[in-house]
């Protein structure tokens, strides 16, 4: 079969808007916080400049070295910010101007014969010998380590079949966000929207109390070694802090009316490897492409391949996280629980 690809432009649907809006949030903040470093860093570089000169015995020793030595790493900072800054205004225009629907998409329709982590953040669908590198973006329920510059640990999707790429450019000289990845081929996915129960209710409410008993249990063991060594209790008292964490009740639980079900056949997995803020703890975080749809799903045990059928339910208040699974099952498997 031709591997030669077709490219075609058209208007951005509603479907895609809504995705681009889910994106829009929270870049005021950060622009803010952007901003207020710019700030702090620049002044701090003035002061340091000021000090330098003014203190004439910083010229001659090391501790001289050492202020030169940050002055210009801040520096250096802040003329990185001071870049990124300075573009704001352009990229908020260019999407402000999608977000209206007035820049089209392209449409890239070809045989895929490859798929894998690209050289820049996202990944890489090949067509014969031609090579379409794509972004991710996180409001496309992917993982927010793409923001930092992190590719994918591990990638897999159907493969020999025909597939249509809905690609947006938002900035010149960047690859384009994936919209959208049909693969024609695939059975139709599933989706329902229901009132969340009392049952989901009490069944989240379980796992959490589990997981508190759980680390009720851990800390026992510490804490009877504490009567032989003493700081061992502070490990004890980590333990029952981290069970009244881990089995509060969920607020999004709370907040959430209704929950999405999905079922159909897996067309793509990416996954990735989050680490959390200051912290050498990661978990892996399994991204699945239902229906042409990309779903983040975090769950335990085995991860469905490329192929398989897979249902699964989510709450979907629209947080900054996006979805938060209630249960994922791989056909003729056992139900994993989140």
């Given amino acids: 079969m031709s591997t030669t690809l077709q490219v075609t432009e058209k208007p ?8 681009l809006r889910r994106g829009r949030s929270g870049r005021a903040l950060t622009a803010v916080f952007a901003g207020l470093m710019f700030l702090l860093l620049a002044s701090s570089v003035i002061v340091f400049v000021v000090l ?7 010229s001659r020793g090391v501790d001289g070295a050492v202020v030169l030595v940050c002055a210009v790493a801040m520096a250096a900072f802040a003329a990185f910010l001071g870049r990124r800054l300075m573009r704001l205004p352009r990229a908020w225009r260019r999407f402000n101007q999608a977000l209206k629907g007035r820049l089209p998409k392209q449409i890239v ?5 490859g798929f894998g982590p690209s050289e820049t953040p996202g990944v890489c669908y090949t067509f014969g010998e031609q090579r379409v590198d794509v972004a991710l973006p996180f409001w496309n329920e992917i993982s ?4 930092d510059g992190s590719r994918p640990m591990a990638v897999a999707a159907l493969t020999h079949l025909p597939v249509r790429l809905h690609l947006l450019t938002l900035q010149p000289g960047t690859p384009p966000v994936l919209l959208r990845a049909e693969y024609p081929m695939s059975p139709q996915a599933w989706n329902s929207v229901e009132e969340v129960s009392d049952a989901d209710r009490q069944a989240v409410r379980k796992e959490e109390l589990g997981a508190r008993k759980l680390f009720y249990a851990l800390a026992l063991l510490p804490l009877a070694g504490s009567l032989f060594l003493g700081p061992l209790i502070l490990l004890s008292a980590f333990f029952v802090l981290m069970g009244l964490v881990l089995g509060m009740r969920s607020p999004r639980l ?14 793509e997995i990416v996954t990735y490897r989050v680490r959390t803020s200051n912290s050498n703890v990661s978990t892996l975080v ?14 335990f045990g085995q991860a469905a391949a490329p192929g398989q059928s897979v249902a699964f339910e989510y709450l ?9 699974a209630l249960f994922f099952q791989i056909e003729n498997q056992s139900v994993m629980t989140l």
């Fill in 144 to 147: 927010r380590d793409t923001r």
């Fill in 109 to 113: 329709a070809g045989h895929l014969t």
């Fill in 286 to 299: 399994h991204n699945y492409r239902i229906g042409g749809v990309m779903y983040r799903v975090e769950h």
């Fill in 12 to 19: 951005l649907s509603d479907e895609d808007i809504l995705l």
């Fill in 254 to 267: 709370k907040r959430a009316r209704y929950k999405h079900g999905v079922r159909g056949q897996v067309e």
């Fill in 316 to 324: 979907d208040d629209a947080g900054f996280l996006g979805p938060r």
């Fill in 52 to 58: 330098f000169i003014y203190d004439r015995s910083l």
